[in-house]
């Protein structure tokens, strides 16, 4: 069974850009949710998609979006870069998200972005 | 509303000597707990965890850790180090049953000297 396929794994922008980073979850698992890891902060919650809805959100600025598809693909969107957007981003699915089952969630490799 | 604190950034431990990570948590709803490793680049693998059976949960490479209720701890051991542990692990919890956030700890890196 493929895992957690996050695309792209390394990109660079500069400040102002925006940026598009995608995952395809396991076969199966309806919940997408993303991460921001930074050195600073460490690991804080971004949101998390189930079944197309998004169901709960973390505390990050509007210029952080995302969707997920009919397939369960997920992409997150930041626009008008901040040198601070600057972190590895990761992405986990699971089966039921947090409403049920065990909560177990399994993680991409990330798509590191390095905003100049 | 729910907290996970990781008691110590760096720990640092001799090849073959045991392993002692500590984490403590809060939680409003009935929690499943986590611990997952991460190695430089990488993103976070499941090392064990604990779903409100047994309170001592057995993982991957050795690891295992012991639900404390009554102290709120989710401490994670293995009794004898080797150099691949060096890693970062991190302490999670995620609320079954509500729509809260997952929670992680601030991460705890393993440094094993040979």
């Known amino acids: 069974k493929a895992g957690v396929t996050q695309t792209p794994r390394y990109l660079i922008k500069t400040r102002g850009q925006q940026v598009t980073l995608s995952c395809s979850p396991i076969?199966?698992?309806?919940?997408v949710s993303w991460y921001q890891q930074t050195p600073g902060q460490g690991l804080q919650f971004l949101f998390e998609?189930?079944?197309?809805?998004?169901?709960n959100k973390g505390n990050f600025p509007g210029r952080f979006s995302g969707r997920q598809f009919s397939n369960s693909r997920s992409e997150m969107n930041v626009s008008t870069l901040e040198l601070g957007d600057s972190a590895l981003y990761l992405c986990?699915?699971?089966?039921?998200?947090?409403?049920?089952?065990?909560?177990?969630?399994?993680f991409g490799e990330g798509s590191r972005l390095t905003v100049l | 509303a729910q907290s996970v604190t990781q008691l110590d950034s760096h720990v640092s431990v001799s090849e073959g000597t045991p392993v002692l990570l500590r984490c403590n948590y809060s939680?409003?709803?009935?929690?499943?707990l986590f611990w997952y490793v991460q190695h430089p680049n990488k993103g976070l693998q499941l090392l064990l965890k604990y779903t409100s059976a047994a309170t001592l949960v057995k993982g991957i490479n050795g690891f295992e850790a012991e639900f404390k209720k009554s102290e709120t701890s989710f401490h994670l051991t293995k009794p004898s180090a080797h150099m691949s542990d060096a890693a970062e692990y991190f302490c999670?919890?995620?609320?079954?049953?509500?729509?809260?956030?997952?929670?992680f700890g601030t991460g705890t890196k393993l440094q094993v000297i040979p």
């Open positions: 939680s409003s709803y009935s929690p499943s």
């Open positions: 998609y189930f079944s197309e809805t998004q169901r």
């Open positions: 076969s199966g698992h309806r919940s």
């Open positions: 999670v919890v995620v609320p079954v049953g509500g729509y809260q956030k997952v929670t």
């Open positions: 986990a699915s699971s089966l039921e998200g947090t409403s049920g089952g065990t909560g177990e969630l399994f």
